[in-house]
Protein backbone atom coordinates (compact mmCIF):
# COMPACT_ATOMS: atom_id res chain seq x y z
CA UNK A 1 0.00 0.00 0.00
CA UNK A 2 2.80 2.28 0.89
CA UNK A 3 3.80 1.87 -2.93
CA UNK A 4 0.59 2.80 -4.05
CA UNK A 5 0.25 5.68 -2.18
CA UNK A 6 3.55 7.27 -3.06
CA UNK A 7 2.47 6.45 -6.83
CA UNK A 8 -0.84 8.59 -6.28
CA UNK A 9 1.87 11.52 -5.48
CA UNK A 10 3.94 11.11 -7.78
CA UNK A 11 1.22 11.05 -10.40
CA UNK A 12 -0.62 14.10 -8.72
CA UNK A 13 2.82 15.94 -8.62
CA UNK A 14 4.47 14.83 -11.84
CA UNK A 15 1.67 13.72 -14.96
CA UNK A 16 -1.24 15.13 -13.62
CA UNK A 17 0.36 18.68 -13.11
CA UNK A 18 1.80 18.35 -16.80
CA UNK A 19 -1.03 17.10 -18.50
CA UNK A 20 -3.97 19.38 -16.86
CA UNK A 21 -5.43 21.12 -20.32
CA UNK A 22 -6.00 16.78 -20.86
CA UNK A 23 -7.91 15.80 -17.83
CA UNK A 24 -9.73 19.42 -17.80
CA UNK A 25 -11.21 18.21 -21.36
CA UNK A 26 -11.70 14.83 -20.07
CA UNK A 27 -13.64 16.34 -17.25
CA UNK A 28 -16.19 17.52 -19.74
CA UNK A 29 -16.75 13.70 -20.96
CA UNK A 30 -14.97 10.69 -22.75
CA UNK A 31 -14.76 10.32 -26.61
CA UNK A 32 -12.63 6.54 -26.49
CA UNK A 33 -11.96 5.37 -30.11
CA UNK A 34 -11.56 1.48 -29.56
CA UNK A 35 -13.30 -1.25 -27.40
CA UNK A 36 -10.28 -3.22 -26.05
CA UNK A 37 -11.37 -6.02 -24.27
CA UNK A 38 -8.80 -8.21 -22.30
CA UNK A 39 -7.64 -10.53 -19.48
CA UNK A 40 -7.85 -9.28 -15.55
CA UNK A 41 -4.24 -10.58 -15.79
CA UNK A 42 -2.00 -8.03 -13.63
CA UNK A 43 0.82 -8.32 -16.58
CA UNK A 44 -1.24 -7.10 -19.44
CA UNK A 45 -1.93 -3.35 -19.66
CA UNK A 46 -3.74 -1.87 -22.22
CA UNK A 47 -3.03 1.23 -22.49
CA UNK A 48 0.70 0.33 -21.84
CA UNK A 49 1.23 -2.11 -24.64
CA UNK A 50 -0.41 0.01 -27.26
CA UNK A 51 0.74 3.74 -26.03
CA UNK A 52 -2.60 4.80 -26.14
CA UNK A 53 -3.36 8.05 -24.07
CA UNK A 54 -5.64 8.10 -21.08
CA UNK A 55 -9.39 8.65 -23.15
CA UNK A 56 -8.59 6.69 -25.63
CA UNK A 57 -9.35 2.91 -24.44
CA UNK A 58 -12.66 1.85 -23.24
CA UNK A 59 -11.78 -1.43 -21.19
CA UNK A 60 -13.21 -4.84 -20.48
CA UNK A 61 -11.20 -6.77 -18.17
CA UNK A 62 -12.42 -10.31 -16.86
CA UNK A 63 -10.43 -14.10 -16.44
CA UNK A 64 -9.93 -15.02 -19.96
CA UNK A 65 -11.04 -11.80 -22.38
CA UNK A 66 -14.67 -13.34 -22.16
CA UNK A 67 -17.37 -12.38 -24.03
CA UNK A 68 -20.70 -14.53 -22.77
CA UNK A 69 -22.99 -14.72 -26.09
CA UNK A 70 -25.86 -12.56 -26.09
CA UNK A 71 -28.77 -13.04 -23.51
CA UNK A 72 -26.63 -15.98 -21.84
CA UNK A 73 -25.90 -13.69 -18.97
CA UNK A 74 -26.67 -10.18 -17.63
CA UNK A 75 -23.00 -9.21 -16.71
CA UNK A 76 -21.57 -5.95 -17.19
CA UNK A 77 -19.56 -7.02 -19.99
CA UNK A 78 -23.07 -6.82 -22.44
CA UNK A 79 -24.11 -3.74 -20.54
CA UNK A 80 -20.14 -1.97 -21.48
CA UNK A 81 -20.55 -3.47 -24.92
CA UNK A 82 -24.24 -1.82 -25.39
CA UNK A 83 -22.87 1.48 -23.66
CA UNK A 84 -19.31 1.61 -26.23
CA UNK A 85 -21.35 1.52 -29.69
CA UNK A 86 -24.90 3.20 -28.77
CA UNK A 87 -23.78 5.56 -26.11
CA UNK A 88 -19.95 6.69 -26.73
CA UNK A 89 -19.85 5.49 -30.84
CA UNK A 90 -16.99 3.03 -31.13
CA UNK A 91 -16.35 1.42 -34.43
CA UNK A 92 -13.54 -0.60 -33.30
CA UNK A 93 -13.30 -3.60 -30.78
CA UNK A 94 -10.55 -5.61 -30.09
CA UNK A 95 -10.39 -9.18 -28.05
CA UNK A 96 -6.79 -9.98 -27.02
CA UNK A 97 -5.79 -12.96 -25.39
CA UNK A 98 -2.49 -13.68 -23.69
CA UNK A 99 0.22 -16.16 -23.38
CA UNK A 100 0.51 -17.96 -20.28
CA UNK A 101 -3.25 -17.63 -19.39
CA UNK A 102 -4.37 -18.80 -16.30
CA UNK A 103 -8.06 -19.05 -17.19
CA UNK A 104 -7.53 -20.85 -19.78
CA UNK A 105 -5.27 -23.29 -18.51
CA UNK A 106 -8.27 -23.53 -15.82
CA UNK A 107 -10.60 -24.22 -18.75
CA UNK A 108 -8.67 -27.36 -19.57
CA UNK A 109 -8.28 -28.42 -16.21
CA UNK A 110 -12.42 -27.57 -15.57
CA UNK A 111 -12.85 -30.99 -12.84
CA UNK A 112 -10.05 -29.69 -10.66
CA UNK A 113 -11.40 -25.77 -10.64
CA UNK A 114 -15.30 -27.16 -9.76
CA UNK A 115 -14.35 -27.97 -5.76
CA UNK A 116 -11.67 -25.25 -5.11
CA UNK A 117 -12.80 -22.27 -7.13
CA UNK A 118 -16.48 -22.54 -8.01
CA UNK A 119 -17.30 -19.18 -8.86
CA UNK A 120 -14.13 -19.59 -11.31
CA UNK A 121 -15.71 -22.57 -12.70
CA UNK A 122 -18.94 -21.22 -13.58
CA UNK A 123 -17.25 -18.66 -14.96
CA UNK A 124 -15.18 -20.16 -17.53
CA UNK A 125 -18.46 -22.23 -18.65
CA UNK A 126 -19.07 -19.00 -20.80
CA UNK A 127 -16.21 -20.27 -23.23
CA UNK A 128 -17.55 -24.15 -22.73
CA UNK A 129 -17.67 -23.59 -26.78
CA UNK A 130 -13.65 -23.20 -26.75
CA UNK A 131 -13.09 -26.11 -24.36
CA UNK A 132 -14.74 -28.26 -26.48
CA UNK A 133 -13.54 -27.36 -29.96
CA UNK A 134 -10.03 -27.77 -28.50
CA UNK A 135 -10.58 -31.18 -27.09
CA UNK A 136 -12.45 -32.27 -30.29
CA UNK A 137 -10.19 -30.93 -32.78
CA UNK A 138 -6.51 -30.93 -31.38
CA UNK A 139 -6.19 -32.81 -28.24
CA UNK A 140 -5.56 -36.11 -29.50
CA UNK A 141 -2.40 -34.79 -30.94
CA UNK A 142 -1.32 -31.83 -28.67
CA UNK A 143 -0.86 -31.37 -25.35
CA UNK A 144 1.07 -28.81 -22.99
CA UNK A 145 2.08 -25.85 -24.19
CA UNK A 146 0.81 -26.69 -27.45
CA UNK A 147 -2.55 -27.31 -26.63
CA UNK A 148 -2.87 -24.00 -24.41
CA UNK A 149 -1.33 -22.07 -27.39
CA UNK A 150 -4.21 -23.30 -29.77
CA UNK A 151 -6.60 -22.51 -26.69
CA UNK A 152 -5.48 -18.85 -26.14
CA UNK A 153 -5.73 -18.40 -29.99
CA UNK A 154 -9.40 -20.22 -30.54
CA UNK A 155 -10.79 -18.62 -27.63
CA UNK A 156 -9.97 -14.98 -29.29
CA UNK A 157 -11.92 -16.57 -32.11
CA UNK A 158 -14.61 -17.88 -29.71
CA UNK A 159 -15.29 -14.93 -28.27
CA UNK A 160 -15.04 -12.90 -31.98
CA UNK A 161 -18.24 -15.37 -33.10
CA UNK A 162 -19.90 -14.44 -29.38
CA UNK A 163 -19.52 -10.73 -30.18
CA UNK A 164 -21.32 -10.57 -33.19
CA UNK A 165 -24.56 -12.13 -31.24
CA UNK A 166 -24.99 -8.66 -29.90
CA UNK A 167 -27.61 -6.62 -31.56
CA UNK A 168 -25.67 -3.35 -31.22
CA UNK A 169 -22.57 -5.49 -32.88
CA UNK A 170 -24.73 -7.30 -35.78
CA UNK A 171 -26.48 -3.33 -36.49
CA UNK A 172 -23.05 -2.18 -37.40
CA UNK A 173 -21.20 -4.83 -38.84
CA UNK A 174 -24.35 -4.49 -41.39
CA UNK A 175 -23.56 -1.34 -42.18
CA UNK A 176 -20.16 -1.34 -42.10
CA UNK A 177 -19.81 1.18 -39.15
CA UNK A 178 -17.92 -1.49 -36.82
CA UNK A 179 -14.61 -3.73 -37.75
CA UNK A 180 -13.71 -6.76 -35.20
CA UNK A 181 -10.02 -7.46 -34.60
CA UNK A 182 -8.76 -10.51 -32.57
CA UNK A 183 -4.96 -10.06 -30.69
CA UNK A 184 -2.83 -12.16 -28.68
CA UNK A 185 -0.21 -10.29 -26.86
CA UNK A 186 3.06 -12.55 -26.15
CA UNK A 187 3.87 -11.47 -22.33
CA UNK A 188 7.85 -12.71 -22.34
CA UNK A 189 8.51 -10.73 -25.55
CA UNK A 190 5.95 -7.93 -25.82
CA UNK A 191 5.05 -8.50 -29.33
CA UNK A 192 1.23 -9.10 -30.08
CA UNK A 193 0.28 -11.37 -33.28
CA UNK A 194 -3.41 -10.23 -34.76
CA UNK A 195 -5.84 -12.09 -36.17
CA UNK A 196 -5.90 -12.36 -40.35
CA UNK A 197 -9.38 -13.21 -41.43
CA UNK A 198 -7.55 -13.99 -44.68
CA UNK A 199 -4.87 -16.37 -44.04
CA UNK A 200 -7.27 -17.66 -41.27
CA UNK A 201 -4.34 -17.41 -38.78
CA UNK A 202 -2.39 -15.57 -35.96
CA UNK A 203 0.27 -13.19 -38.24
CA UNK A 204 2.62 -9.96 -37.01
CA UNK A 205 0.20 -6.93 -37.53
CA UNK A 206 0.92 -5.07 -41.10
CA UNK A 207 -0.71 -2.29 -42.98
CA UNK A 208 -3.64 -4.06 -44.82
CA UNK A 209 -6.03 -2.82 -42.16
CA UNK A 210 -9.71 -4.21 -43.16
CA UNK A 211 -12.86 -2.41 -42.51
CA UNK A 212 -14.91 -5.14 -42.40
CA UNK A 213 -13.28 -8.34 -41.59
CA UNK A 214 -14.71 -11.97 -42.83
CA UNK A 215 -17.95 -12.41 -40.25
CA UNK A 216 -16.43 -16.10 -39.33
CA UNK A 217 -13.38 -17.15 -37.56
CA UNK A 218 -11.85 -20.19 -38.40
CA UNK A 219 -8.02 -20.93 -37.41
CA UNK A 220 -5.69 -22.92 -40.00
CA UNK A 221 -2.57 -22.30 -38.03
CA UNK A 222 -0.19 -24.26 -40.59
CA UNK A 223 0.04 -20.58 -42.36
CA UNK A 224 3.64 -18.69 -41.33
CA UNK A 225 5.25 -15.22 -41.86
CA UNK A 226 8.96 -15.85 -42.77
CA UNK A 227 11.35 -15.50 -39.74
CA UNK A 228 8.82 -14.46 -37.48
CA UNK A 229 7.83 -16.67 -34.28
CA UNK A 230 7.03 -14.89 -31.46
CA UNK A 231 3.63 -16.92 -30.26
CA UNK A 232 4.32 -20.41 -31.87
CA UNK A 233 1.19 -22.26 -33.32
CA UNK A 234 2.49 -25.87 -33.57
CA UNK A 235 2.78 -27.03 -37.06
CA UNK A 236 -0.12 -28.79 -38.54
CA UNK A 237 -3.01 -29.57 -40.86
CA UNK A 238 -6.01 -27.52 -40.13
CA UNK A 239 -9.25 -28.59 -38.78
CA UNK A 240 -11.18 -30.97 -40.70
CA UNK A 241 -14.21 -28.26 -40.83
CA UNK A 242 -16.24 -28.19 -44.05
CA UNK A 243 -17.48 -24.68 -45.03
CA UNK A 244 -20.38 -26.47 -47.44
CA UNK A 245 -21.37 -28.26 -44.63
CA UNK A 246 -24.69 -26.93 -42.83
CA UNK A 247 -25.32 -26.42 -39.32
CA UNK A 248 -27.96 -29.31 -39.54
CA UNK A 249 -25.91 -31.12 -40.87
CA UNK A 250 -22.94 -30.89 -38.54
CA UNK A 251 -25.20 -31.35 -35.19
CA UNK A 252 -27.81 -33.98 -36.59
CA UNK A 253 -26.69 -36.79 -34.47
CA UNK A 254 -27.37 -34.44 -31.33
CA UNK A 255 -31.03 -33.69 -32.37
CA UNK A 256 -33.37 -31.17 -34.86
CA UNK A 257 -33.86 -27.32 -34.33
CA UNK A 258 -29.98 -26.49 -32.84
CA UNK A 259 -29.39 -24.04 -35.45
CA UNK A 260 -33.10 -22.37 -34.17
CA UNK A 261 -32.43 -18.60 -33.42
CA UNK A 262 -28.99 -18.25 -35.55
CA UNK A 263 -30.20 -18.41 -39.07
CA UNK A 264 -28.69 -15.03 -39.53
CA UNK A 265 -24.63 -16.25 -38.75
CA UNK A 266 -22.46 -18.31 -40.79
CA UNK A 267 -22.86 -22.13 -40.33
CA UNK A 268 -19.41 -22.48 -38.67
CA UNK A 269 -20.50 -19.85 -36.36
CA UNK A 270 -23.57 -21.17 -35.33
CA UNK A 271 -22.55 -24.52 -34.71
CA UNK A 272 -20.09 -22.97 -32.74
CA UNK A 273 -22.03 -20.84 -30.11
CA UNK A 274 -24.92 -23.79 -29.77
CA UNK A 275 -22.18 -26.50 -28.81
CA UNK A 276 -20.83 -23.94 -26.22
CA UNK A 277 -24.67 -22.36 -24.83
CA UNK A 278 -26.28 -26.65 -24.54
CA UNK A 279 -23.22 -28.53 -23.56
Known sequence: MKKLLE??????????????????????????????????????DPNLITQADIGELFVIRNAGNIIPPYGSA???EGASIEYALDALGIEQIVVCGHSHCGAMK????????EEKMPLVHSWLKH?????RLVKENYSEFLEGEDLLEITIAENVLNQLSNLQTYPSVRSKQHQQKLSLHGWIYRIETGEVLAYDPLLHDFVAPHSRLLTCPEPEYVLHPSV???NYAPFTVPEMSPPSV??????????????????EGYSHLPPEQADRIYRGSNS
Open 224 to 226: RLH
Open 7 to 44: GLHRFQSGYFSSHKELFEQLAHGQHPRILFITCADSRI
Open 106 to 113: GLLNMNSL
Open 242 to 259: SKKTPVSASVASEGNGHS
Open 127 to 131: AEATR
Open 74 to 76: NGG
